[in-house]
């Protein structure tokens, strides 16, 4: 019996990993150096540093800080202008909230987050929002989701992940909690299978729950 569900934010209730991937890929371009988008999901599993690959190309680490800070403005340039609202998954969560407590379980900055969801038409149903700055130490390592249990008071066995990436599947995996993977094309290429469930939307939540 679930009581608790925990969500990643990104590729599962929004669809932001391309347009994250774009202005990475764009502040990249500007310091000489191309970013491959089968390179980034590579590393996109393990939670890889992709800047690395500019250093060993002779980019100094103060020009990379530079170019960190240009490519948090491109993706919050792409969050103001690009659709990334997920259809039915407002429908599904206010379905959901009746019966679950639920939480965020993000890698985002929290400003990221809050440019998302700043009409908070999703989190109004999360007792809860955990951004990077918010545990020690970030997907794949278990922190966020036990950071989370400790929230709800919850037991592992009573909870539920619902992830789209491999880095996030070793978290929950990690953390002693059923993830279920939900379908997402640009991590498709990622290993799922340790996932205790595989869904091809939100829409199947409810019935894989209530199995």
């Known amino acids: ?33 191309t970013l491959e988008l089968e390179y980034y999901l590579e590393l996109m599993k393990y939670g890889g540093n992709w800047w690395e690959l500019a250093m060993k190309r002779g980019v100094s680490l103060e020009e990379v800080n530079r170019a960190r800070e240009r490519r948090s403005r491109y993706y919050q340039h ?5 659709n990334v609202f997920i259809d039915g998954v407002e429908e599904v969560l206010s379905e959901l909230s009746h019966d679950y407590r639920m939480g ?6 929290r400003v ?17 929002v955990l951004c990077e700055e918010d545990y020690p130490r970030a997907k794949p390592h278990p922190d966020p ?13 009573s909870a539920i992940v619902v992830e789209d990436s491999q880095r996030g599947l070793t978290a929950a995996v ?3 909690i059923e ?19 595989r869904i091809d939307s939100l829409h199947d939540l409810r019935g894989l729950l209530t199995y």
């Not at 934010?9 to 347009?19: A, C, I, M, P, Y």
């Not at 993830?179 to 469930?197: E, K, L, P």
Request: one cysteine or more; aromatic letters at 14%; a negative charge.
């Open 1 to 33: 019996m679930k009581n608790f569900i925990l969500f990643d934010n990104d590729g599962v209730l929004v669809e932001t990993e391309l347009w994250y991937f774009r202005a990475n890929e764009k502040a990249m371009k500007e310091l000489g150096v």
């Open 78 to 82: 792409y969050l103001r202008t690009e």
């Open 104 to 109: 965020i379980v993000t890698t985002s900055r």
């Open 112 to 128: 990221d987050f809050e440019l998302i969801h700043h009409e908070q038409k999703l989190t109004r149903f999360m007792e809860f």
């Open 145 to 157: 989701y036990l950071k989370g249990l400790e929230l709800f008071n919850a037991h592992p066995d």
């Open 174 to 176: 990690s953390a002693g």
């Open 179 to 197: 993830c279920a993977v939900v379908h997402n094309d640009f991590t498709a290429s990622h290993d799922f299978s340790h996932a205790t469930y």
